[in-house]
């Protein structure tokens, strides 16, 4: 039977890894502490740790599980977290394809993991300790250990369950952006989800309903029809055998939607172009099916549609923008009940096989890492 795990040949040898740490220390500012600098540390922290590479760019051909990475040594205002469960999102693929540009060879995928703060280094660390419970979005989560600015760190509120923040964060806050700033959806308003029961999708979906806007999903199969409702949506168009544009313009009057949220890509654009009302927003944030190639901007000109393609790391790159988002998210998943469904937690060391069934459609919901494994 074929296996996804990542055979032995891709676990490096002690001294092909201690090569590897050579070369990658660079990425984890490896530097001499001043004795000046006061750094309170937990005990027990190793020197090297298992983690995830990229030498180049491809399939899952290309992702090499070593064990001897080096733990990060710490730049003023970062924190060492010790990753309890990393979060896996098709920006990790984009980066393993190369669609989007590794900024270095050694590259360590992972845009957010939750976890543990075992070390502060000087500098501003915004409040954050030893001990604190914390989930963070920036680079380099696929590891045991992360070293993190401590701007890009939030604590995990009480009564967030383990889990629960790495399955929330990066997805949960990019739908709260995106109906909060790329397109302030009110109340009654029509809006399309294309993938409504993927991670992204799921969270639109009950952000919508909190709204009360109407919302009509897509999605590929009847289960994922049937979650994509539970969540919210009032009504799920099956595309695998259903007319999506005819669906929408029957439901909306023939207006067509005040805003299409696009995490697909390529497959859709055209298709969210025509199901826009006049004045409508389209609005494409991911590239799941592909990057959406070069078009005529006149196009827009039929509708006056606006379109944009938006960044959660944009929309909080400010503290203050970060730590308001995070706590009015957070308090909507302790307060309202809003669902963080996790799909499967998979060992590090099967990380292939998280990609291949992202990027297979064979998920709903969120993919976790146990870095543990």
């Known amino acids: ?12 040898s002690y001294s092909a890894s201690r090569r590897v740490a050579a070369t990658i220390s660079s990425h984890f500012h490896v530097q ?10 937990m005990a027990s922290i190793p020197t090297t740790q298992k983690g995830v590479i990229i030498n180049k760019t491809g399939g899952t051909e290309v992702l090499e599980y070593v064990t001897d990475l080096p733990v990060p040594a710490l730049a003023d205002g970062q924190i060492l977290v010790k990753n309890d469960y990393i979060g896996v999102n098709f920006i990790d693929t984009y ?4 669609l989007y540009p590794p900024p270095r060879f050694p590259y360590i995928l992972g845009r957010e993991a ?11 660390t915004y409040g954050l300790k030893e001990g604190d419970r914390v989930v963070w979005m920036n ?13 890009k760190a939030v604590k995990i509120p009480e009564g967030v369950a383990p889990k629960v923040a790495a399955a929330a964060l990066l997805q949960g806050l990019t739908a709260l952006t995106l109906v909060r700033e790329a397109h302030a959806v009110k109340k009654g308003d029509w809006v399309l989800v294309h993938a409504a029961a993927g991670g992204t999708g799921l969270w639109l979906v009950q952000l919508l309903k909190s709204i009360g806007a109407n919302t009509i999903g ?4 009847p289960e994922k029809v049937a979650l994509a409702s539970k969540a919210g949506a009032a009504h799920v168009v099956d595309y695998s055998h259903e007319d999506v544009k005819a669906k929408v313009m029957e ?23 025509e199901c826009v009302a006049r004045k409508g927003s389209l609005v494409s944030f991911g590239n799941a099916s592909g990057a959406v190639p070069p078009f005529a901007i006149a196009r827009l000109s039929a509708k006056n549609v606006r379109l944009m393609r938006p960044a959660v790391t944009t929309y909080v790159a400010a503290r203050d923008e970060l730590e308001a988002y995070s706590s009015e998210f957070f308090d909507l998943v302790v ?39």
Do not use: N
């Open 1 to 12: 039977m074929f296996s996804t795990r990542i055979p032995s040949s891709r676990i490096l």
């Open 251 to 273: 439901l909306t009057g023939g207006r067509g939607v005040a805003a299409v949220f696009d995490g697909v890509g390529r497959s859709t654009f055209d298709l969210s172009l």
């Open 32 to 41: 001499k502490t001043p004795l000046t600098r006061r750094i309170r540390t």
């Open 335 to 373: 307060r309202d009940g809003l669902d963080a469904r996790i799909h499967h937690v998979y060992p590090l060391s099967e990380v292939a096989r998280a990609h291949q069934d992202l990027e297979g459609r064979k998920t709903t919901g969120k993919l976790l890492l146990d870095p543990s494994k």
């Open 95 to 98: 980066y393993r394809t190369g």
């Open 114 to 124: 939750e976890g543990t703060v075992v070390k502060t280094g000087g500098g501003e």
């Open 139 to 151: 680079e380099g989560a696929y590891a045991e250990y992360s070293d993190v600015p401590a701007k």
């Open 218 to 221: 897509t999605a590929s199969t």
